[in-house]
């Protein structure tokens, strides 16, 4: 059981805007900011958001991240096969004092 | 450019210990909390254990409590985990991470098998 909530599957196809959704609550994403990874198959995590809407270099601009009281969501615009991936959520938890992940949402591209 | 390489996985019975080693490059690692995430085969990711830049601060999920040991060698830019009496359900691939606030770099990983 995922302290951060998160659809378990998300599907789309090329060229098709798709968002996943992820929700904490007041200990973890509303006080603190979110970040986004993607991890494609047999690899490690990568960032691909961090504090909410800010993309690391290299990561594309198709990406994108936002945050509203304690729910954030990722969009991914223009889908190419190759977004097919686990992208999770993740925040700081001021009760636990350690990072939560959500589940992970597993992406298709049609 | 900032490396994590992860070693000392392994197969090992229940009951049994392993210590896990992550070499860190690239970037001044006294500088960083560094933190051990771990992802059961077909499972998300659980963020297992951290420790604060100076080593003063360390942090383990319940599950783990009592039984694992997080430490640091800023000397020679190496995060540790010590894993004493390892249970079936600690099986994973473990990685290391930087940054508790980004965890921006990680390392490729490195499977603990717990099996008789």
């Known amino acids: 059981q995922s302290v951060l909530t998160q659809p378990p599957s998300a599907s789309g196809t090329p060229g098709q805007r798709v968002t996943i959704s992820c929700s904490g609550s007041s200990s973890n994403i509303g006080p603190n900011p979110v970040n986004w990874y993607q991890q494609v198959p047999g690899q490690a995590p990568k960032l691909l958001i961090y504090?909410?809407?800010q993309r690391p270099s290299g990561v594309p601009d198709r990406f994108s991240g936002s945050k509203s009281g304690t729910s954030a969501s990722l969009a991914i615009s223009g889908l190419q096969s190759d977004d097919e991936a686990d992208y999770y959520c993740?925040?700081?938890?001021?009760?636990?004092?350690?990072?939560?992940f959500g589940g992970g949402t597993k992406l298709t591209v049609l | 450019q900032v490396q994590l390489v992860e070693s000392g996985g392994g197969l090992v019975q229940p009951g049994g210990s392993l210590k896990l080693s992550c070499a860190a490059s690239?970037?001044?690692?006294?500088?960083?909390?560094m933190i051990w995430i771990r992802q059961a085969p077909g499972k998300g990711l659980e963020w297992v254990s951290h420790?604060?830049?100076?080593?003063?601060?360390?942090y383990y999920t319940d599950s783990v409590k009592g039984r694992f040991t997080i430490s640091r060698d800023n000397t020679k830019k190496s995060l540790f985990l010590q894993m004493n009496s390892l249970r079936a359900d600690d099986t994973a691939v473990y990685y290391c991470?930087?940054?508790?606030?980004?965890?921006?770099?990680w390392g490729q990983g490195i499977m603990v098998t717990v099996s008789s």
């Open positions: 993740a925040a700081w938890d001021d009760s636990l004092n350690a990072g939560v």
């Open positions: 504090i909410n809407n």
């Open positions: 420790i604060s830049s100076s080593g003063l601060t360390t």
């Open positions: 991470a930087r940054d508790q606030v980004r965890l921006d770099y």
């Open positions: 690239g970037f001044s690692f006294s500088d960083y909390f």
